[in-house]
């Protein structure tokens, strides 16, 4: 890239830090300190801020560079991630947010142990929070080292890692000082930002093609080298009966994986009422739904003016397909329009980035002070916040993120959510709907179900071809696979809910009527919830 890109996509990101980072500031002089202020911002926002701020943290980089690249190289098969992304807010919006918002006050595991044991349901909720928030943050990690790659010309592997320690660091700082009353108003800026951003980039590529969509796809299929076979099923997942399958596993995971991510259940907190709740979701599925019908056409008007083989070439995975599509729109390498466009995008994806780890690291720091620390501490020892330790716990995870962020940097930000919605989906989901559905429930049931779920969708991935066995692996000289999908979702999600059963069938516990009448009360009316 020029010198002209560089230096203004440097001002743009720099800017957006500075503004970030002032709302920061501004928020830590001004708040009161309490667990109330840090985890859920008071509960002041409004429906329409929650539903901006709810947009902001799920459209994240694996949907504005991750699946708009997997459209380009895969077509078809790429639009999976768009649909699943989409469907999951049906789920959201039918089945938790109204509820856990009268049965909750900060985290998942307070949805459970209303009607539980406390301390065992805390420790492996928030454990499994913890796991799936960490996989999160790793793949926004691998999207802002690939976009800063490309922004240095993609030779400077150095830049990528120190882009990736930067980003961990603003995290941290973020969280640390701001809690969520910072972290939403960041949102509320990047959702505005990304949507005028991707809003423009689709106005450009269908003024390319004279509002002709006929053209653009048989233009992007011509462009890809498959002919008709690129606008079909089958490209990326229809090889064999073990991509079918994976195909399958993968929607399972992103249709139910949403409702049990730690940062989106964490922001239903930050309202007033359920009724509120249920409101944010609705202006967040708008939102949402318009953006990812725009990364269909964002992911095919690379394919048709970029072209599969030169996105490949800049990075394997796709990622940096829309910021090498912003280029030629602008008007193509050297030109000011594509200088403007380009930084105007890279700028975007950056702030993409940086208020997606905020709100990710908060829910999870959020899970290892009130679920884990509080369960865990003996009643003698000294005795510290949960706001202190959720900051600290936000360094813990900031480090562990960079380090697996590092060693994750070739594969594709989209893919990498892909497994993070499959470890959701398998251990915070069953349990969450048990909770919430099943009188009989139990204690033991509620933690077999956690475990058992989280422990089968972490050693799959460790056997599967994501991690050896292939040349696209995390260690591809060493073969130890032994699962063959590379995503676990159809054999973990069912599990999960299986443990959840034989754990509670075989329990001596007798099930809590009383307490399982007041949760049901509470969950539908509002009566009592915090």
Known sequence: MTADHQTLALVLFSVFIAVTLGITTWVSRNRRGSAEEFYAGGRLFSPLENGFAIAGDYMSAASFLGISGLIALYGYDGMLYSVGFLVAWLV??????????????????????????????????GTSSVAVSVLYLVAQMVGAGSLVALLLGGTSEA????????????MVIYVSLGGMRATTWIQ?????????????????????????????????????????????????????????????????????????????LSRFYTVPTARAARRSVVWSIGLIGSFYLMTIVL????????????????????????????LDLGGGAGSTGGTVLFAIVAAVAFATILAVVAGITLA?????????????????????SEVTVARIA???????????????????VAFLVGLAFAVAASANLPVLLYSLFWRRFTTRGAVWSVYGGLIPAVLLVVISPVVSGSPES?????????????????????????????????????????????????????????
């Open 92 to 125: 959201v919006l039918l089945l938790v947010a109204e509820l856990v918002r009268n049965c909750g006050r900060f985290t998942l595991a307070d949805v459970v142990a209303a009607r539980m044991a406390e301390r065992p349901v805390r420790i492996a909720a």
């Open 474 to 530: 995390l260690f591809p000289g060493v073969d130890f696979h032994l699962f063959p999908l590379q995503n676990p979702g159809a054999v973990s999600i069912p599990l999960g809910f299986l443990a959840g059963w034989i754990g509670t069938v075989t329990s001596t516990e007798p099930p809590d009527e009383a307490r399982h009448a007041e949760t049901e009360v509470r969950s539908l009316t509002g009566a009592g919830a915090a």
């Open 159 to 170: 830049a990528r890692s120190w882009t990736v320690i930067g980003v961990g660091a603003l």
């Open 394 to 412: 936000a360094a813990g995870i900031g480090a562990a993120a960079i380090g697996l962020g590092l060693l994750a940097r070739d594969l594709n």
């Open 364 to 384: 999870s720091s959020a899970s290892v002070a009130h679920d884990l620390y509080a369960s865990l501490r003996r009643r003698h020892a000294k005795q510290y």
């Open 299 to 326: 992911g095919f008007g690379a394919a048709a003016l970029i072209g599969p083989d030169e996105v490949r070439a800049s990075n394997a995975s796709g990622n940096t397909a829309v910021p090498l599509l912003a």
């Open 188 to 264: 509320i800026v990047k959702a505005v930002l990304l949507m005028a951003g991707t809003i423009a980039l689709t106005v450009l590529v269908l003024l390319r093609f004279h509002g002709d969509v006929n053209s653009l796809l048989s233009t992007a299929a011509e462009r890809s080298g498959h002919g008709l076979d690129f606008l079909a099923p089958g490209l990326r997942y229809g090889g064999d009966w073990t991509a079918r399958l994976d195909f399958i596993s993968l929607g399972l995971a992103l249709v139910l994986g949403t409702a049990g991510l730690p940062h989106i």
